[in-house]
């Protein structure tokens, strides 16, 4: 009897151990949308990104155009009866300005005009971006909440977030100057100095001693961190 009882338990974990990847895969791919775009921009253009939210992230490279990567989720729990239509109540859209402007807009479609479904659709679809930038573009950001990731960018960076966390890797950081500000959160800095804000907050401003870039970040509730590229890293090509 205590044979037969150890050899169903046996069973009932193998297909328990066989059964939920299956699972797992199957929910992952049924609740993830990916798109992704290809954008020329000249030397010098900006990049300008309006109402993200999620996460985030940027990353210098040497061709001549912006590779936008989005990926869309919906929580594993999700109905699977809605999991489409409540993933394209959310889209991204890229547009070419001029040859040295580039847009990429976050909207969010809403039945009626209350804010809650705005509010909504923002904490149960999560957005991911993967954008890489030629170096030399300049940076215009507006986060909403989530995480923002910089890294490898030679140009201005112009970069607003309300909450969440804020990484900015600096190539030749002697050619930057940095305004980094937050409303209520911490400034961690590979260089320079971080001093009191409003008790709550915290700011750093400095200048290299060859400045032809700025970095201008503000955050609200959250922290901001910048940290320093080895020389070798960014000049090697992508």
């Known amino acids: 009897m205590i044979r037969k009882v150890a050899i169903a338990v046996l069973g009932l974990t193998i297909r328990a151990a066989t059964t939920q990847p299956l699972l797992a895969q199957q929910v992952s791919s049924l609740f993830q949308e990916t798109k992704t775009e290809h954008v020329s921009l ?3 253009g900006t990049i300008r990104i309006e109402n993200s939210f999620g996460e985030l992230n940027i990353e210098g490279w040497n061709q001549p155009e912006v590779e936008i990567t989005v990926i869309k989720k ?5 109905e ?4 489409a239509k409540d993933l394209s109540v959310v889209t991204v859209t890229t547009e070419r300005k001029s040859d040295k402007e580039v847009w990429i807009a976050t909207n969010i479609a809403t039945h009626d005009s209350l804010l809650s479904s705005v509010a ?9 971006y993967q954008i ?6 300049k940076l215009v950001i507006r986060h909403d909440h989530g995480t923002v990731h910089v890294n ?4 201005d960076i112009d970069a607003d977030s309300g909450a969440g966390d804020m ?3 600096i190539p030749d950081p002697e050619s930057h100057s940095i305004d980094a500000k937050t409303t209520v959160g911490p400034i961690a800095s590979d260089f320079g100095k971080t001093h009191k804000k409003h008790f709550v907050g915290r700011e750093m401003v400095t200048g290299g001693t060859t400045v032809s870039s700025l970095v201008r970040l503000r955050m ?4 901001i961190t910048l940290k320093t590229l080895q020389k070798e890293a960014y000049t090697s090509d992508q």
């Open 42 to 44: 000249a030397p010098g």
């Open 152 to 155: 490898n960018m030679a140009a």
């Open 220 to 223: 609200g509730r959250g922290g």
């Open 74 to 78: 919906l929580p594993y729990d999700y």
């Open 132 to 137: 890489h930038a030629p170096r030399d573009s």
């Open 120 to 128: 909504r659709t923002k904490t149960e679809v999560w957005v991911e």
């Open 167 to 169: 990484v900015v890797i």
């Open 80 to 83: 699977a009866s809605k999991s």
